[in-house]
Antibody
Framework: EVQLLESGGGLVQAGGSLRLSCAAS????????MRWVRQAPGKGLEWVST???????YYADSVKGRFTISRDNSKNTVYLQMNSLRAEDTAVYYC?????????????WGQGTLVTVSS | QTMVTQEPSFSVSPGGTVTLTCGLT?????????PSWYQQTPGQAPRTLIY???TRSSGVPDRFSGSILGNKAALTITGAQADDESDYYC??????????FGGGTKLTVL
């Protein structure tokens, strides 16, 4: 059974930093891209970042230069280091498992962790 | 910057059929964007419904179907049930590792 468990959310002041973690189980972690998606209160979903199985990283323009995604395949964990946080970064952050092959979708989602940035 | 469009809200009667769409502010949606659809109820994580335009995710009832209609991706719910009342999001793969979600459609079943 696939499981994704996010942690690390909390309250932080604007300009501060936070590191989110997503511990994965139930699949061969190293073979899949891992992604972060966020949802501001009462708003829609926004793709944030991807770490591919081939070690490529991608970022939404809204976080580029401030957020860094990384992964540790030995720990089956993906991270999101968030620096220079802004009030508009306040959101539930979901970790999502990528799909296999050329299907390109978000296969499975964690339950999310809430990040609140106070201004 | 190209954005993904969805109807903000829609309503359907129990047992009825509804089609939600997913378009682009510039251009047409095709299978090359690998449109996928997700269902989300308040306080819950999204659930994957449809991927690669028209493939149902494991465990998804066959009353949910995906297609391309004209220049948009579409999610059709046939025989709507009360527990289909949710927010529905589409996302398109824009290439080069970039994804763009639509703003979501709030579906009411009444």
């Amino acid at each position: 059974e696939v499981q994704l468990l996010e942690s690390g959310g909390g309250l932080v002041q604007a300009g501060g930093s936070l590191r989110l973690s997503c511990a994965a189980s139930g699949f061969t972690f190293s073979s899949y891209a891992m992604r972060w998606v966020r949802q501001a209160p009462g708003k829609g979903l926004e793709w944030v970042s991807t770490f591919s199985s081939g070690d490529n990283t991608y970022y939404a323009d809204s976080v580029k230069g401030r957020f860094t995604i990384s992964r540790d395949n030995s720990k089956n964990t993906v991270y999101l280091q968030m620096n220079s946080l802004r009030a508009e970064d306040t959101a539930v952050y979901y970790c999502a498992k990528g799909s296999i092959g050329k299907t390109y979708y978000f296969d499975f989602w964690g339950q999310g962790t809430l990040v609140t940035v106070s201004s | 910057q190209t954005m993904v469009t969805q109807e903000p809200s829609f309503s359907v009667s129990p047992g009825g059929t509804v089609t939600l769409t997913c378009g682009l502010t510039s251009g047409s949606v095709s299978t090359s964007y690998y449109p996928s659809w997700y269902q989300q109820t308040p306080g819950q994580a999204p659930r994957t419904l449809i991927y690669s335009t028209n493939t149902r995710s494991s465990g998804v009832p066959d009353r949910f179907s995906g297609s391309i209609l004209g220049n948009k991706a579409a999610l059709t719910i046939t025989g709507a049930q009360a527990d289909d009342e949710s927010d529905y999001y589409c996302v398109l793969y824009m290439g080069s590792g970039i994804w763009v979600f639509g703003g979501g459609t709030k579906l009411t079943v009444l």
